[in-house]
């Protein structure tokens, strides 16, 4: 069992009813943000990059739930210089992480990073029996092909706002390349920039690929079957 919560922007939940782990958790300024960062409960944090919408409230969360941080080691000298002390686990791109609830493997992404020397990347989750992709902020590359021949995606996330990251013709083609059972669209209508019809997404997505799209609104869950 693998419940996903989505708390707005890229920030969101999943959870297999012992461990909870978040992603990207911007919730502080986030204007959709469907939690209060105090009012978070999670038991570790991964981070795609240090830009503020995706780095967010990821030290403070760590320090006042205990969870433990993994991200790019760049990404995790912000957390520290904020919150000294922080459990953290540095990783980089290509590299697994075998933790209580399974498996963790950092992927590729097409962007810039939120700091020096840095990278920006997405994850592979093994979780509650599922394969999940969380893709970060990212432009489309080939390499997606890679990544859904290696690991036999049941569900992706997807950003979609354009401008910052994939549109949605070229998110419909990530799904393509990824072969995912199922897409959840991230990354959009935070603010006017990123404003994107999702449904006129999930169109073009499920005609174009094999993937059921989810429009999942900030504050919902979604069982992942």
Known sequence: MLNFTYYGHSAFLLDDGKYKVLFDP????????AIKAEDVDCDYILISHAHGDHLGDAPEIAAHTGAELV??????????QRVPGLKQH?????????LPFGKVRMTLAQHSSGVAGGIACGFVVYMGGKVVYFA?????????QLIGHKDQLDYALLPIG????????????????LN???VIPIHYNTWPIINQDVRHYKEITEAMSRAEVHIVEPGQSLEMK
């Not at 902020?137 to 997606?144: E, G, I, R």
């Open 26 to 33: 911007f919730l502080t300024g986030n204007p959709r943000a």
């Open 71 to 80: 991200a790019i080691p760049e990404v995790l000298a912000i957390c520290e």
């Open 90 to 98: 540095p990783m980089n791109l290509g590299g697994s992480l075998t």
């Open 136 to 144: 970060g902020d990212t432009a489309l590359f080939s390499d997606m």
């Open 162 to 177: 354009d401008n910052y990251t994939m549109g949605l013709e070229d998110a419909a083609m990530a799904a393509q390349l």
């Open 180 to 182: 995912a059972r199922h």
